[in-house]
């Protein structure tokens, strides 16, 4: 069951937001307007979470997309900017991230996503397969995408 | 004369282009993927009072909502007022 809050990890949000701006700048492939109509009924009904962290991964990560697409990042920014405000970001201390028995493993990002999920009433969606079947060995909720969207 | 459906289609078009929700995602307005409903709330002699309800943004399902006063005789907008539903 997933709930009505969903914390998204960077692929996801990546993949929604390159289909967005696709999307509004007239480039979405026939192909993928599957995938952006299925993020978009999904999404729409939920509320988004993210921490500090995912925004800095995924600046770097668009960053790349608009190198191979030859475009200038403030572009693509500029097209996201009212999509990137409407994220709900949740902050988690370093030190409580640094206190976590598994961030040797996991490390920052992954970790923060963990204790936002801990805090409960929540759904984590990533396709990071180590980090979903860590969170479901600790009782929490997390999905991989394929479970949901079946692309 | 205007009859509650063209109303209806008032109140959406004008709200369409105060919040810019005529964006195009795979063919549809943002403004329906937003789960828009029209309702009347009352109805008088000259006026339709149309209430519009749709989601906040895609990113949450909060609902905002508008009541929006149609003239009968020319399909004007006499008011609009965002509603508190909590």
């Known amino acids: 069951m997933i709930a009505k809050d969903v914390i998204i990890d960077t692929n996801i949000l990546v993949d929604y937001f390159k289909l967005i701006y696709e999307s509004l700048n007239h480039q979405l492939e026939p192909a993928r307007n599957n995938q952006l109509i299925r993020y978009m009924d999904f999404f729409r009904r939920r509320t988004l979470y ?8 995924t600046f770097s990560l668009l960053k790349s997309y608009a190198d191979r697409k030859r475009t200038e990042i403030s572009f693509i920014l500029s097209k996201l900017l009212d999509y990137f405000q409407l994220l709900n970001e949740e902050y988690i201390a370093k030190d409580n991230i640094l206190d976590e028995n598994n961030f040797l493993r996991f490390g920052f990002t992954d970790i923060a996503l963990f204790l936002l999920l801990n805090e409960g009433n929540k759904t984590l969606i990533s ?3 180590a980090l979903v079947m860590y969170c479901r060995s600790r009782g929490l909720n997390a999905c991989l995408p394929d479970e949901i ?3 | 004369m205007t009859n509650l459906v063209e109303a209806t289609e008032i109140a959406k078009a004008f709200l369409v282009k105060m919040k810019g929700l005529d964006i195009l995602f ?4 943002l403004i ?8 009347k709330d009352n109805e008088t002699q000259n006026h339709y009072d149309i209430k519009c ?17 149609i003239a009968k005789s020319d399909g004007e907008i006499v008011d609009v007022q965002r509603v508190n539903d909590s």
Do not use: M
């Open chain 1, 127 to 129: 396709n990071d397969y």
């Open chain 2, 53 to 69: 309800t749709f989601q906040e943004n895609l990113f949450t399902p909060n609902r905002i909502s508008f009541k929006i006063r």
């Open chain 1, 50 to 57: 993210i921490v500090p962290q995912i925004l800095s991964e």
């Open chain 2, 32 to 39: 329906d993927w937003l789960d828009f409903e029209a309702i």
């Open chain 1, 149 to 151: 969207f079946n692309f």
């Open chain 2, 26 to 29: 795979s063919g549809r307005q």
